[in-house]
C-alpha cells in the first residue's frame, strides 16, 4: 500500500531517509506520524526507525553537514537536524530486560524485531521514502476502526511499562472510538496497581494530554471502572465533568479546567508553581457567589470563563449567552483611584492601603459603575 503523507513531500526529510539508505540499510518514519497522517491530522514530529547503529548515524549525518545530537542513544536514539528540522531517529532494537519503568534495550535487524516491542498496533506502521506502508503487526485495520490495541500480549505489554496503563487510555480518548478494547481494558484493569509505582512527572504528562482531548469523559469512566483513575487522582467525581463538555462548546479544551472539574487529591501530580496558583484562586473563587465581570477583573478571563463553565455544569444549564462580554467588561475596567488621589488626607501607610482596598471593594461591588468623583467623596477619615 502506498500513502500520500506531506512529511514525504519535505526535502529535508526525503535527504535524511536517502542518506540513510544509500548503503543498503533500511530506514522508515514510523509510529505518530504515520497513524497521524493516515487519520488526515496534524504531524508535529517525525521518527525515523533505521537498521543503521547510533554511532554510524552519527557519523553518517556529520559526513553530510547534518546536525546530530545524542539524546538517547544509549536507547538507539540520535536526534538529527537537517535545516532545522528535527528528526528522531531510532536504531531497531528489542527489550533484553525490563522493571515496568525502563528498558534496557539491544539493537535488532529488522522492522518485524522493532515492531514487536512497541505498544500498540497503530502505533506500529512504517513508511518508507516511496510512501510504502509496512504494516508488521496488522495496525492498520485497528487504525481504520479506530480500535487501540496492544501487540502481542496486553499484560505483557504493560508489565513492560506501567505507564502504557495510562497511555492505552489516553490514546483511547485522542484516537479511539466506542468502548475500549475489552482485552486491553481487563489487562489494564488488572495490573493497575502498577500505575503507584509510576513517577509523577510521567503520570502528569499523561493525565493533561488525556484531559485535553475534545471529549475525555467517556474515557475517565472506563478508567474509573478499570480502577485507574483511583491511582492518579484519588476521590476525583466525574459527575461534572459531561456538563462540562457541552458548556464547553465552542471553547478549546483545558485540561487545568478539566481537573477543577473533577476534584479529588492532586498529590500524585507535579505541578508548576503557576498550575498549583491556578487551582488555589479558582477553588477559592468558587466558593465565593460573584459575578463573572467581577471574577474576570480580580483573577483575569481565562480564570472566570473557567468558572463560569464549571458552575454551568454544576446548576445543569448552559452558560450565559452574554459570558465574553462579561469577561471582557470586567478584565477591560480599571480602578480610577490611586495613592496619589488619597494624598495629604492619608499619609503612605497602612492606613492609605486599607482606604484603598476599601474603595476598590466599593467599585467593584457597584460593577464598576462608580467614578473617581464618587469614590472620592466616599473617602474615610484617616485614624490619628
Not at 527489550?95 to 534495550?105: E, I, K, L, P
Not at 510512501?131 to 476502526?145: E, I, Q, S, T, Y
Not at 500480549?153 to 508489565?159: G, K, P, Q, S, V
Not at 493497575?192 to 509523577?200: K, N, P, R, T
Amino acid at each position: 500500500m502506498q500513502i500520500d503523507a506531506a512529511f514525504l513531500s519535505d526535502a529535508r526529510t526525503q535527504s535524511l531517509l536517502s542518506a540513510l539508505t544509500a548503503d543498503g540499510a533500511q530506514a522508515y518514519v514510523v509510529g505518530g506520524a504515520v497513524r497521524n497522517a493516515l487519520l488526515s491530522l496534524p504531524v508535529d514530529d517525525v521518527d525515523i526507525a533505521t537498521s543503521l547503529h547510533p554511532d554510524d548515524v552519527i557519523a553518517l549525518s556529520n559526513a553530510l553537514g547534518f546536525s546530530p545530537h545524542p539524546t538517547g542513544v544509549e536507547h538507539g536514539t540520535v536526534t538529527v537536524f537537517v535545516e532545522g528540522l528535527a528528526h528522531e531517529v531510532t536504531t531497531f532494537r528489542t527489550d533484553v530486560s525490563t522493571d515496568g519503568r525502563r528498558a534496557t534495550v539491544e539493537f535488532a535487524k529488522t522492522v518485524e524485531e522493532d515492531a514487536a516491542r512497541r505498544d500498540f498496533t497503530m502505533n506500529a506502521l512504517y513508511v518508507d521514502a516511496s510512501g510504502r506502508l509496512l504494516d508488521p503487526v496488522n495496525g492498520l485495520p485497528d487504525l481504520k476502526a479506530r480500535k487501540v490495541r496492544f501487540i502481542g500480549m496486553a499484560e505483557a505489554r504493560i508489565r513492560e511499562d506501567y505507564l502504557r496503563i495510562l497511555r492505552f487510555f489516553r490514546f483511547h480518548a485522542r484516537f479511539g472510538e466506542g468502548v475500549p478494547d475489552p482485552v486491553g481494558l481487563s489487562a489494564c484493569a488488572a495490573l493497575a496497581d502498577g500505575v503507584q509505582g509510576l513517577s509523577s512527572e510521567r503520570i502528569t504528562t499523561e493525565l493533561t494530554k488525556l484531559l485535553s482531548v475534545a471529549k475525555p469523559f467517556n474515557t475517565l469512566r472506563a478508567m474509573q471502572g478499570a480502577g485507574v483513575q483511583a491511582h492518579v487522582i484519588p476521590q476525583a467525581s466525574l459527575a461534572l465533568l459531561d456538563g462540562l463538555e457541552r458548556a464547553e462548546f465552542g471553547v478549546s479544551p483545558d485540561w487545568r479546567r478539566r481537573l477543577l472539574a473533577l476534584g479529588g487529591q492532586r498529590d500524585r501530580l507535579r505541578l508548576s508553581k503557576a498550575d498549583q496558583r491556578y487551582f488555589e484562586t479558582a477553588e477559592r473563587a468558587l466558593a465565593s457567589a460573584e459575578t463573572t465581570q467581577r471574577r474576570a477583573y480580580r483573577y483575569g478571563p481565562d480564570i472566570a470563563r473557567d468558572l463560569a463553565l464549571v458552575e454551568a455544569a454544576i446548576l445543569r444549564i448552559p452558560p450565559s449567552a452574554s459570558l465574553n462580554d462579561a469577561l471582557a467588561y470586567g478584565a477591560q475596567a480599571r480602578f480610577p483611584i490611586t495613592a496619589q488621589d488619597l494624598m495629604p488626607t492619608f499619609k503612605p501607610g497602612r492606613a492609605l492601603g486599607q482606604e484603598l482596598k476599601r474603595l476598590e471593594e466599593l467599585w467593584i461591588a457597584s460593577d464598576f459603575t462608580l467614578d473617581q468623583r464618587a469614590l472620592l467623596q466616599s473617602v474615610s477619615s484617616p485614624d490619628v
